[in-house]
């Protein structure tokens, strides 16, 4: 297991931090979709298009 999975699971653990993850978890999901969109469609972030 990576170091990142590592952290979210331990992080987790803790009924707050899993309350305010669930809350955001949606809004995170769809800005991550947005991202693979733009990646399959060949368009860059804009951070460093120069």
Not at 19 to 35: H, N, P, Q, T
Request: positive net charge; aromatic residues 4%; without cysteine.
């Amino acid at each position: 297991m990576d170091a990142l999975k590592k952290l979210k699971e331990k992080a987790l653990q803790n009924p707050e931090v899993k309350k305010e993850y669930e809350a955001l978890k949606g809004e995170f999901e769809a800005i991550s979709e947005g991202i693979k969109q733009s990646r399959s469609n060949g368009k860059r972030s804009g951070i460093n298009d120069g």
